[in-house]
C-alpha cells in the first residue's frame, strides 16, 4: 500500500514561517501531481498549492506570493514552503498524490494531516 506522511506542522506567531514535508512510500511507478490542501474548522477542505511531476506549479490565490511548493522526485518527497504566515492559514493540511501504482493502476492518496496553528 501507498503512505503519504506529513511532518513540519506547529504553532508560529503571525509573520512566521514554516516548512511541511510530505514523504511517499510503499510500491508505485510513479507519483504524477501532488498537491496541498487544508482544512480548517467548520469549513470544507480546500486547495493550496498542487505541483507536476514536471515542477508546474498552482496556487490558490490566497496563498500566492506567501507559499512555495516544490519536490524531489528521487526522495518521493514534496513540500510546502510557508512565508508570512497569517491566523486565517491556521488548518491541517493535508498532502495528496496521485499515484501510478502499476502501469494501468492509477488513484488518489492522502496523507493523515499535519495542524499548523498561527497566532497573532
Known amino acids: 500500500q501507498v503512505q503519504l506522511v506529513e511532518s513540519g506542522g506547529g504553532s508560529v506567531q503571525a509573520g512566521g514561517s514554516l516548512r511541511l514535508s510530505c514523504a511517499a512510500s510503499?510500491?508505485?511507478?510513479?507519483?504524477?501531481?501532488m498537491g496541498w490542501y487544508h482544512q480548517a474548522p467548520g469549513k470544507q477542505r480546500e486547495l493550496v498549492a498542487t505541483i507536476t511531476s514536471s515542477g508546474i506549479t498552482d496556487y490558490a490565490d490566497s496563498v500566492k506570493g506567501r507559499f512555495t511548493i516544490s519536490r524531489d522526485n528521487a526522495k518521493n518527497t514534496m513540500y510546502l514552503q510557508m512565508n508570512t504566515l497569517r491566523p486565517e492559514d491556521t488548518a491541517v493540511y493535508y498532502c495528496n498524490a496521485d499515484v501510478l501504482r502499476t502501469t494501468s493502476y492509477r488513484r488518489d492518496y492522502w496523507g493523515q494531516g499535519t495542524q499548523v496553528t498561527v497566532s497573532s
Open positions: 510503499g510500491n508505485f511507478f510513479h507519483i504524477n501531481n
